[in-house]
């Protein structure tokens, strides 16, 4: 009997410390997702005054696009140390702002020719890119840690790891989840 209860408390503690060390495990995926995420926008940032310079002298009369970009680079910046939906919010800002400019550009044919801008979209494009991969990987294993945290009997050693609830990121913006217009006609 007294082997059998010690199997029982030995399976028990197990159970225990495996289930606090996947929470540990999953927190610190997330701090690392998030991490990910924040190597990106700030290659993204830096990129972005290159570009602007790049197009300055071409794009005279269009300053107020040049100056919205600046201005969503500027707040993105600052609120890179808020949380998720600061964040999401700000940088949503900014991609707009750059879709306004890369629109324009498309009215400068000298603008679109030049090398240094073609080099600068095509890296700003690939930045953004892997910031969307490094989102997707962010909210994948900040879902699995939420979940594993509501989940029983796991729930019950959420406490003991210091387990919260991870934001996931989100599009704020309505204008980003309307399916976009394509138009492919001739002429």
């Keep these: 009997m007294g082997i059998v209860l010690l199997a029982v408390i030995g399976l028990i503690l197990l159970w225990m410390v495996m289930a606090y060390n996947r929470l540990i495990s999953l927190k610190n995926q997330v701090a690392n997702g998030w991490k990910q995420i924040d190597v990106q926008l700030k290659r993204r940032h830096d990129l972005i005054p290159n570009l602007v310079n790049a197009v300055k002298g071409a794009m005279d009369f269009e300053k107020s696009t040049l100056e919205a970009v600046i201005s969503a680079r500027n707040k993105a910046v600052s609120a890179s140390g808020g949380g998720v939906a600061q964040v999401a919010k700000a940088e949503g800002e900014l991609t707009q702002a750059l879709g306004r400019l890369f629109a324009l550009s ?5 603008l679109k020719a030049t090398a240094n801008i073609q080099q600068l979209q095509e890296e700003l494009t690939g930045t953004e890119n892997k910031v ?52 492919l006609k001739m002429g």
């Design 132 to 183: 969307g991969f490094a989102r997707q990987l962010y909210n994948d294993v900040a879902t699995s840690y939420n979940t594993a945290q509501q989940q029983f009997p796991t729930n019950l050693m959420a406490g003991l790891a210091k387990a919260s609830p991870a934001e996931l990121w989100q599009i704020e913006d309505t204008g980003d989840r309307a399916v976009p217009n394509v138009d």
């Design 106 to 110: 498309e009215n400068y044919p000298t």
